[in-house]
């Protein structure tokens, strides 16, 4: 460790109150980040990801020889969540046991677990309130993307690895238990290990570099881990399809937000990070490395192609920052006293974000642990309570929540995996909800029965003003269709026998203020709770 890290700022030994905010800024940082961490989920992959671990637990109670079983739903090419299933069974088990606020409570303490690892690795050369202020910032550009799923899995692996790269050289038997480790879980907890994977060849070819050899202990320690994330129910299948699989996708980069590029005006922590990456290590007088430089440019490529990576990019950038401020000396012109108050501006703002995040953090985890308001739980009252046959459409972005929340015997549309539909299902898809000609007879074609939609899509309206389909139920965010023919008829004079079935007099009136009767549509708050996992 560095002198840095033992002393003050200024070189001078620290006094006791200066020991005693040392001691209590690592909590602080623990403390604020579980209060960043925990917030309403509002995610719908949350759902696909607790219904494949029960679905991959029931696969392991059958003796299946593989955990996560193909389902084949409409038009759906297969399953190619390979790597993930052991992450997914753990949501599942959180979120079975402790409920959604136990499952939030889990996640925010895997991001505290992460950054704690961050403000470890920094230590080796940065102070402690240097270290703790870096880590707080990391945290702060990735903010945006903590998501209750699997990735705060490769979140935590990552900062371990980067751990103990940076960690004092051990002998290679302890390097090797403590890394190879790291790649046979992260192989079956989330597909960022071909991140890891990438992260420790650099090392291997730092050490072969220096060295001259092929013998050395990182050396070992890359062949070890690369047989290690082998060890998982696919073998080489896992690694092969988030290789290929992903990589080769072109839904993923086309339609799915989180792929697509960050806008800075969206996320002004992640401008000022880069530019804080970018500028420390045009400044600092610290020896140049290549491994510096080739990370933190695969990391800036990886997070300006997708802002589902600013996390990771935070990560894995952090420890470069750390050794290049190092090296940046500090501004003659700074008195040493005023220099010495840094680690009390520090834990000021510390307790400040505390102080405003602990609020909306325990009202999340203890009354409100979803955002109700984003996903269709009326509708889905309504489909447990009423038998719709038939086969059923829905939208993308609620196939998740509808795959967890509705009875077994109701089938979605699309569930949101849509990097396992073939490009006919997607065209097919795009052209009912963007209404290209020929969208109707698309869906007649395919003999669905009935819609979940938004309320407030142009497909609702467009069906609201057609005599061939029947608004059953509507509520302020979502509404469903059934089709008006023979076999459907019984149904609608059974709802309308209860009041549930109520057509505008203008069909053209704007489907947002079309309130139906009945206890299921009187708010979105009323009985959402009740809903349960089938």
């Known amino acids: 460790m560095t002198e840095s890290a033992v002393k003050d700022s200024t070189g001078g030994p620290l006094s006791s109150a200066e020991s005693a905010i040392d001691r209590w800024l690592p909590v602080l940082l623990a403390v604020f980040v579980f209060c960043l961490a925990a917030r309403p989920i509002a995610d719908p992959d949350v759902w696909f990801h607790v219904r494949k671990g029960q679905a991959a637990l029931a696969a392991f109670g059958s003796q299946s020889l593989h955990p996560l079983p193909v389902a084949v739903e409409s038009g759906r090419s297969g399953d190619v969540m390979y790597d993930g299933w052991l992450g997914q069974i753990i949501l599942f088990k959180v979120m079975n046991y402790a409920g959604p606020g136990g499952l939030l409570a889990f996640v925010s303490l895997i991001f505290v677990g992460t950054y704690l690892l961050v403000f470890k690795t920094l230590r080796n050369w940065l102070s402690v309130s240097g270290s703790v202020l870096l880590t707080s910032l990391a945290a702060m550009a990735g903010q945006n993307r903590w998501t209750t ?38 192989a079956n907890l989330h597909g960022a290990f071909a991140l890891g994977y990438a992260l420790l060849g650099i090392r291997v070819l730092e050490e072969v570099f220096e060295t001259r050899a092929l013998d050395g202990p990182w050396v070992r320690v890359g062949i070890a881990a690369g047989f290690a994330g082998w ?11 988030v290789l290929v699989g992903y990589a080769g996708h072109s839904y993923i980069y086309t339609t799915v937000m989180e792929w697509s590029s960050p806008s800075f005006r969206a996320e002004p922590w992640l401008e000022a990070w880069i530019l804080l990456s970018v500028g420390t290590l045009w400044i600092s007088r610290s020896q140049r490395r290549w491994t510096d430089l080739v990370t933190l440019l695969a990391g800036l490529h990886m997070v300006l192609g997708a802002v589902r990576h600013m996390v990771l990019f935070g990560i894995m950038t952090a420890p470069i920052l750390a050794r290049k401020i ?12 005023v220099q010495r108050w840094g680690r009390a501006v520090v834990l000021g703002m510390l307790l400040c974000l505390v102080l405003v995040k602990a609020g909306p953090a325990s009202r999340a985890i203890g009354k409100r642990p979803i955002r109700w308001d984003l996903f269709p739980a009326q509708a889905v009252m309504f489909l447990n309570g009423t038998h719709v046959p038939g086969k059923m459409f829905n939208t993308n972005g609620w196939g998740y929540f509808l795959t967890y929340y509705l009875r077994p015997d109701y089938q979605v549309y699309i569930d949101g995996t849509g990097e396992s539909y073939p490009e006919s299902f997607h065209r097919n898809y795009n052209k009912i909800v963007g209404m290209a000609p020929g969208w109707h007879e698309e869906l007649i074609g395919q003999d669905i029965n009935f819609m979940v939609l938004p309320n407030d899509c142009d497909l609702s309206r467009a069906l609201l003003a057609r005599e061939d389909w029947t608004l059953i139920h509507a509520d302020p965010l979502s509404v469903i269709f059934l089709r008006q023919i023979p076999k459907n008829g019984a149904l609608i004079d059974s709802l309308k026998m209860k009041g549930i079935v109520e057509l505008p007099d203008d069909p053209r009136a704007d489907i947002d203020h079309t309130p139906v009767p009945g206890p299921r549509t009187s708010g979105v708050r009323t009985g959402v709770r009740r809903i349960s996992s089938p």
Not at 149 to 161: D, G, I, K, P, T
């Open 231 to 241: 060890l998982n129910p696919h073998g080489f299948n896992a690694q092969w399809n």
């Open 326 to 337: 190092e090296g940046i000396p500090a501004p003659a012109f700074v008195p040493a006293r």
């Open 149 to 186: 799923r699997l990735e705060v899995f490769s979140n935590l692996l990552l900062a371990l690895l980067l751990f103990q790269i940076n960690r004092p050289p051990v002998s290679c038997l302890r390097l090797v238990t403590r890394v190879t480790p790291i790649f046979a879980f992260w």
